[in-house]
Structure formats: structure tokens, C-alpha cells
């Protein structure tokens, strides 16, 4: 196979493919860069000593006087591949570091840099007018087009209900000299409820930007050099394993990137096992950075930039892009072709980055735990801005434009964003590849996405607080007034979960008081806001349904339950982190369980999971889920408590009725909605989601073990719970219609 690649260069003049069809071909005769003999079960076999030396020695042997498997020449990271270790830990930026000897052939001549790749002429290929023609495509396309219509529509109709009910209660109360509290309260509620989306709302009515980024991919074998870092940090070595050999599998030139592991978490066997893999994928690198007790190590960022630093001393210098993977996260084969050439075809494009999809997201989980409306719907709307982010994995940055940030900022739970926001900040650009290019894996058991999700929302805020929520400031000073719009609004999003929780625990309040929600001084005044309240509940359904199409009806939906059951998380950690001193239990970290969990709870194990009364347990106090129950349980006395008093003070059927719908059952029932919605920790509880073993979700080649996600393991499946949820929502909806048809009538 090496043969065949030295005869396909030497019979073109240039390393360009002439048209798709030669690309496909030569797709077709490459071979993997670790042949199998870089499958670990042949090393295993093969009776290697285990001493490092031994190994560095027999790799230093092996890889000196052989080429690239690719090109057959000698290259800089083959020829010369690993480091003198002299000197390294204490000279770095770092300071605190240490390059595993694994990765390093000791005393070898250090290769002058590479010089700068310069771009030949029809490098890249346009295969698609738009990157994301092959996930959404005709009338749903056509249909999304109305998305700014009827945002728009849906928010001036909502607020003016909510005016029209104020000057309700306003009237009610000057005919009848009363105050009604509840009504206040209730309508606050509302207001509270509605400012979120109405801020989300004018965001998504930009939408009516269009967002042209054509597909593009790199072609030939001259292309520019690139640093692949992989970070991981206590991750399952099976977990990461996998990643680095699709990260030694993708399809571009051998001798032109370098696959370097960055482990944290310091792993004998990952050590072991990368170690193996080295002697026959000379590209691949391992290291462990040295971290002192007592002294900071700024988590990722830390790690990043300590690799950023390394591959300057490695042969050939630094490389011109930087790409980085999640440890779980497994790259698709065209994953470098296809985002390299988004930031080659721009000399300011800072930074590209592909959607974060998952392949084991669990059937009928009521989580949430995709990221579809969010790499679907909101970032390509963000990227027609430029306001793309970077979203953590699978990103491809400019060392340049690192160099001009400082490298990535430290101090921070979300360097990612943060990175973005401050290339952004420096007038650089940014871009979303709207491509499925990696899968990964999402958290399985309910305290890692907790912890997850919230360290997400602390780390978006930090970074909004530092940069002065990205309306003033020197290091915002090149943004446009989208991309500071942006930085304010998901910032402000973030706090206002706090206000959120706040409103969301005032509703069991007021009814339980059994006072009148709904206040109105004349017949006709109710009948008008019984059908400004259909207008609104029935443009919402539609705008929700038309922006949900990019990433599915049902995902829209479980999108809007999980912003109600995860505030009260996401309002305790930023409290917290930002607003208690640490001897009121402030910290910085994300969510943490209270107590201690004697074991795992290995709720999606179908044989080693804890029984029911466990799981209840775990989750109602050692994660807090306790006050979603409350909460649930207060509603539903209040709503049942209410009802008697109407039923035992009226007098009439009508008057039941009329008492009813505006002590608790006002349309569209929005108390069925948020116990529904806040239920959902205790659901999970009591029936989580199973899932099979990793393996039988990967498609693995019996001979290098490469494996990647199988088609159907990347979809989402919708079990049981999508269709309850749309039960409730259908009734709900159904109710407010009728509701509306009898103020004609009555």
C-alpha cells in the first residue's frame, strides 16, 4: 500500500486531486496509519518488555531508519520523533510540568521547524452549497424561513396579554376596592417566566440572517501541519483508547499532524497502552504534565496550554493549526479535511468548530442529555452572526491567533468559551462546521450530568463577568455589537435562573392561599382574555414547532423541560460560586452532592444498578432532588385544595366552573406543565433509562480496532416518555381551545 501511494505522487505534479471522483479513489486505496500490527491485542502478544527504557530504545530504533508508511520519506516527526528531555519541567511557561518518558526517544537532533505551508492552487473542494445539506433539507428548510415571522408574532401577541391582564387587574381592583395579591403574584410569575424567552426570542428572530457556509474539504497530500491534542483526566483507558485510534486513523497525510495525549490523570495503563501504539504510529505521543500539590493547574486550560508550549521543543517545532478532542470524543475519518479548509480559506478565521453529537444517548431518557437544539438551531444561528463558540471538541484553531490571546485563558471552568470569546474580542474570527465529524459519549449517571451541565453555566458566567459581560473593556474592544449581544444575553440567561427559581417556587404559594389568579372587573373583559390567552398559547405552539424542525419536535420539547428542572441546579451553583463568601459554603466547583454515596448508583447497568429505594434516596437528598418533590407535592395540595373551596362556595355549576378556571385552572394549565417538567429528576429515579454495554454501539475493525459510532447508535431514539409528554401537551392545548370556544358561547 505504500507503493501505491509513492506511484500516485510521482505520477501527479502536484499533490492536488483533479476532481471528486480521483478523491474517492485515492480515499478508497489509503490504509490507516497504525497498520494492524498497532492493535493492541498483536503488541500484547508479541511479548514486549514492559521496562520504559526498553521500550523508548526499541521505538527509537524502529522509527530512526524508517519513513512515513504514507509517502515513504522521511518526515519530521518519524525521522526524528521524540525529545531530549533535558531541561524540560521548569523551562516551560507552565513551570510545573514533565513530558512522560514513553513519548520521548532520548538524545536525538532536533529538526529545524517546517517551513510555513503555503496553499496550492484548487486545494479545496466546494461539495455542498451548505455544510448542513445533509442533515435538514427541503420543505423543513423552506418551512424554518418563517421563524422570525412568527417569533415575532408570538411575542407581541404574549405581551400583549400580559398588559391587557395588569390592566385587568388594575380594573378589578378600582370597581371593587380590593387588592388582589395572588393576581399580582401569579402575573409576576408569568412576567418572571416570560423575560428569558422573550430576551432568547429577540436573539432568534436574527435568525433572519442567512447562514451561507458551503461544505468544504481539503484535498491532496500537500496540506498544512497539524498538532492534535487529546486531554483526558481520569477517563475509562478503553474510553480514550478508542479516540486516540481513530485519531491515528484519519484521512491525511501521516507525516503532516501529530496526535499528542495530554493525560491529567497521569494513567499507568493509558501510559502503557499508548506506549505500545507508538511503535508502529511514530505520530503519537503521551504526556503527563508534573502537578505540584498546592499550587494551581487550571484544569483543561492548564493541561491545553502545556502541550501548546511542548510541541515547540518536539521536531519540526509547533505546527500551524492546533486541533483538540475530548477524551471520548471520536473523530470521523474526514474530520481535519473537512474543518481545515474553512479556516485556510480565510487568513482571519481563528478558530472552526464542528457540533458535539453523541452515540450512546439513552432511549426515552427524560434528561435532555443531547445537545441537538443547541448545535442544531441556536449555534448555526449564532455562526450566521459570527458569533460562533467554541464548543470544547473538535475545534481547529490558528497558533496564531492562540499567540495573540495568550493561549487559552486560564481560570475558568468553560475554556472554551472563553477562547472564543476572547479571538472574538481581538477581531478574529470564528466558525461553526455545521457536520457530524465527532461522537462522543454523554455522562451516565445522573450526578455527572449535574455536575456537567452546571459547570457549563459557571463557566459561561465567569468568563462574562471578566469580560464585563462583553459590553466594555479592551479585551472586547473589536467585537460587533451581535457578538457582544450575544456574550450578554447567554451570560444573563444563566444568572436569571436564580430569578427563575424564585417565581417557579412562588406558584404551590399562591395556591395554597386559594385566592383568585385571575382578576377581572366585567364578563367581557374575562371573555377577551380567555382569547388573547388562545392566541398566545396557540402562536407559541406553532413558533416552537417550526424552530425545533433543525433538531426535532421532540428534542425542542424536552429542551423546555430540562431549562425548568435544571434551574434550581444551575441558581444554587452560581449562588455559590459568585454570591456566598466560602464560610457560608461558597466554592467555586460545580454541583456537588450533598452527603456522601457510599457506591455508584449505576443506574443505567441493567445488572449491577441499586435498587429503587436506593436510587429515591440518592437523588432526593444526596442530589437534592427533594425540593423538586416538594415542590411538586405542594402544587398539586394547592391546586386540590383550591378546587374544594370553589366547589363548596359556589352555588351553581357555572359558578364552580368560572371559579375553577381562575382559581387554578387557567388555561393553558401551566401548573401541569412545571410539575410535569420538575418531576423529572424523581422520574428518572424511580425508572431510568437502561443502556447496553459501549461496545455493541461501535462499529470496531477486527484488525487495527478502530471503531466508530454505528449509524443507528447515532440517532436519538424517543421511547414511551416523548409520548406522555405529548399527551400532556396535546390536553393542555386542547383544553385552552375549548376554553376559548366557550367565550363565544357563555
Request: charged share 20%.
Amino acid at each position: 500500500m505504500a507503493d501505491l501511494h509513492d506511484l500516485e505522487r510521482q505520477a501527479m505534479p502536484s499533490p492536488l486531486l483533479e476532481d471528486r471522483s480521483l478523491d474517492l479513489r485515492l480515499a478508497a486505496a489509503q490504509v490507516a496509519p497504525c497498520p494492524p500490527q498497532c492493535s493492541d491485542e498483536t503488541m500484547w502478544s508479541s511479548g514486549r518488555k514492559s521496562d520504559i527504557q526498553t521500550l523508548v530504545h526499541s521505538r527509537h530504533e524502529s522509527t530512526a531508519s524508517l519513513g512515513s508508511w504514507r509517502t515513504g520519506q522521511q518526515t519530521p516527526v518519524s525521522s526524528s520523533a521524540k525529545l531530549d528531555t533535558l531541561g524540560m519541567g521548569g523551562s516551560t511557561p507552565m513551570g510545573q510540568s514533565s513530558l512522560s518518558l514513553s513519548a520521548l526517544i532520548p538524545k536525538s537532533v532536533p529538526q529545524p521547524p517546517s517551513k510555513e505551508w503555503t496553499e496550492p492552487a484548487d486545494s479545496i473542494a466546494i461539495v455542498g452549497d451548505r455544510d448542513d445539506a445533509d442533515t435538514w433539507r427541503g420543505w423543513k428548510r423552506h418551512l424554518f424561513r418563517l421563524v422570525p415571522l412568527l417569533i415575532l408574532t408570538n411575542s407581541l401577541i404574549y405581551v400583549l396579554y400580559l398588559v391587557y391582564r395588569i390592566l385587568c387587574i388594575i380594573w378589578s381592583q378600582r370597581r371593587n376596592n380590593e387588592t388582589y395579591s395572588a393576581a399580582w403574584i401569579f402575573i409576576g410569575v408569568e412576567i418572571a417566566v416570560a423575560i428569558p424567552t422573550l430576551m432568547h426570542n429577540s436573539w432568534t428572530m436574527l435568525s433572519m440572517k442567512k447562514r451561507r457556509r458551503p461544505k468544504l474539504r481539503l484535498k491532496g497530500f500537500e496540506v498544512p501541519t497539524v498538532d492534535v491534542f487529546i486531554t483526558c483526566c481520569g477517563e475509562d483507558d478503553d474510553v480514550v483508547l478508542d479516540t486516540i485510534r481513530a485519531a491515528c486513523d484519519l484521512d491525511y497525510p501521516y507525516d503532516q499532524y501529530r496526535v499528542i495525549v495530554l493525560d491529567d490523570g497521569k494513567s499507568a495503563g493509558l501510559e502503557a497502552s499508548v506506549t505500545r501504539m507508538t511503535a508502529d504510529c511514530p505520530h503519537l505521543y503521551y504526556v503527563a504534565r508534573e502537578k505540584i500539590p498546592g499550587q494551581p493547574h487550571h484544569f483543561k486550560a492548564g493541561n491545553l496550554n502545556y502541550g501548546l508550549d511542548l510541541v515547540h521543543r518536539l521536531p519540526g517545532g509547533a505546527s500551524q493549526f492546533m486541533a483538540a478532542l475530548d477524551a471520548d470524543m471520536i473523530p470521523e475519518k474526514d474530520w481535519l479535511r473537512a474543518v481545515l479548509p474553512h479556516l485556510l480559506a480565510d487568513p482571519k478565521m481563528a478558530l472552526a468548530c464542528p457540533p458535539q453529537l453523541f452515540y450512546n444517548t439513552p432511549l426515552r431518557t427524560p434528561l435532555a442529555q443531547s445537545l441537538d437544539f443547541f448545535v442544531h438551531v441556536i449555534e448555526p444561528i449564532k455562526d450566521s452572526l459570527g458569533v460562533a463558540w467554541c464548543t470544547g471538541s473538535g475545534y481547529v484553531a490558528r497558533r496564531e491567533a492562540l499567540d495573540d490571546i495568550g493561549n487559552f485563558p486560564l481560570g475558568s471552568l468553560a475554556e472554551d468559551v472563553a477562547t472564543s470569546t476572547h479571538m472574538l474580542g481581538k477581531g478574529w474570527k470564528t466558525a461553526y462546521v455545521h457536520e457530524p465529524l465527532q461522537f462522543g459519549t454523554v455522562p451516565e449517571d445522573y450526578g455527572s450530568h449535574l455536575k456537567q451541565r452546571t459547570r457549563w453555566a459557571i463557566g459561561t458566567v465567569d468568563t462574562s463577568f471578566k469580560l464585563n459581560f462583553c459590553l466594555f473593556g479592551e479585551k472586547v474592544r473589536q467585537m460587533t455589537i451581535a457578538q457582544r449581544f450575544s456574550g450578554f444575553l447567554y451570560a444573563t440567561l444563566s444568572l436569571y435562573t436564580i430569578g427563575l427559581t424564585i417565581s417557579l417556587f412562588s406558584i404551590p404559594i399562591i395556591l395554597l392561599m386559594g385566592k383568585r389568579l385571575v382578576a377581572y372587573a366585567t364578563d367581557e373583559q374575562l371573555r377577551w382574555l380567555i382569547r388573547l390567552c388562545f392566541a398566545a398559547t396557540m402562536s407559541n405552539r406553532i413558533s416552537e414547532y417550526v424552530l425545533s424542525v433543525p433538531a426535532g419536535y421532540h428534542t425542542g420539547q424536552r429542551s423546555a423541560r430540562y431549562q425548568l428542572w435544571m434551574a434550581p441546579y444551575i441558581a444554587l451553583c452560581i449562588v455559590r460560586s459568585f454570591m456566598l463568601p466560602s464560610w457560608l459554603g461558597g466554592t467555586s466547583q460545580a454541583f456537588k452532592p450533598t452527603g456522601s454515596l457510599s457506591s455508584a448508583l449505576n443506574e443505567r447497568d441493567p445488572l449491577r444498578k441499586k435498587n429503587m429505594v436506593r436510587r429515591l434516596w440518592a437523588i432526593l437528598f444526596n442530589y437534592m432532588g427533594f425540593f423538586h418533590f416538594m415542590f411538586v407535592y405542594m402544587t398539586l395540595t394547592g391546586v386540590a385544595l383550591t378546587s374544594f373551596r370553589c366547589y363548596v362556595t359556589s352555588s351553581s355549576v357555572r359558578e364552580v366552573l368560572m371559579s375553577l378556571m381562575t382559581h387554578a385552572f387557567w388555561p393553558p394549565l401551566t401548573f401541569v406543565f412545571i410539575c410535569s417538567s420538575l418531576w423529572v429528576p424523581i422520574a428518572y429515579a424511580i425508572d431510568p433509562p437502561m443502556m447496553p454495554d459501549r461496545e455493541d454501539l461501535l462499529d470496531r475493525d477486527v484488525k487495527t480496532h478502530v471503531a466508530h459510532p454505528t449509524a443507528e447508535s447515532k440517532k436519538i431514539a424517543f421511547g414511551g416518555q416523548a409520548a406522555w409528554f405529548e399527551l400532556e401537551l396535546t390536553t393542555s392545548t386542547l383544553f385552552t381551545a375549548l376554553i376559548f370556544t366557550l367565550s363565544f358561547i357563555f
